[in-house]
């Protein structure tokens, strides 16, 4: 009988667009924890961002496949564009139970900052108990407050979240979408079919 269980990271956000940083990040993340793949999970309608601020969904899935190509590690799923209504993290997990088992171990790569929101979350106690979170410090994050909060949550909620330093890049989808919009380049900030995909599908620019 094989016990051995499936270990998959999940990257979720709007990808708006996705950017170097992102994929930096998930590399590292799904080597030094040994998953056997990184999901990347486009968000549908995020109920915390204004519908008409955020580029279509099918714009942002499709420049994570471009930015994925050729890493047979990386997948990106639509079950959150495909599920219509607002966007909740406690149902892709539900979801993603369903899809590879409910042994499947699931850890959620996000950043330091997301931390400190998820007890807002729809379920915050139920999606600790689904998923391990795994939290990435951007260069000069203020840590010991974070590692304070991390504490908070593991008392009170038996959370599970542990800190990876991994090699980040400062590199925001903010910082990309006002440099496309202000004409200056992003080459080497996206992937080189990212850029094409924002050049000729004129995403970002002056309407």
Request: aromatic letters at 10%.
């Amino acid at each position: 009988m094989n016990d051995v269980k499936n270990r998959i990271g999940i990257s979720g956000g709007t990808f708006d667009p996705i950017h170097n940083g992102h994929l930096i990040v998930a590399e590292f993340i799904m080597e030094i924890l040994s998953l056997d793949k990184v999901i990347f999970i486009p968000s549908g309608k995020p109920p915390h961002k204004d519908e008409m601020s955020v580029t279509p969904p099918e714009h942002r899935y499709n420049m994570i496949c471009a930015a994925i190509d050729g890493n047979s590690n990386f997948e990106v799923s639509k079950i959150e564009i495909e599920r219509g209504g607002n966007t909740y993290t406690i149902d892709t997990l539900r979801e993603l139970k369903k899809m590879y088992g409910p042994d499947t171990e699931i850890f959620f790569i996000t950043g330091a900052d997301v931390i400190r929101d998820i007890a807002s979350w729809k379920d915050f106690r139920a999606v600790f108990g689904m998923c391990e979170f795994v939290a990435a410090l951007r260069p000069n994050y203020q840590k010991e407050s974070f590692i304070h909060e991390i504490r908070r949550l593991k008392s009170e909620f038996n959370a599970r979240i542990q800190i990876v330093n991994a090699p980040l890049i400062d590199i925001s989808s903010t910082e990309i979408r006002n440099r496309v919009f202000e004409n200056k380049p992003i080459r080497y900030l996206v992937p080189e079919r990212v850029e094409e995909y924002i050049i000729k599908n004129k995403l970002y620019v002056k309407q």
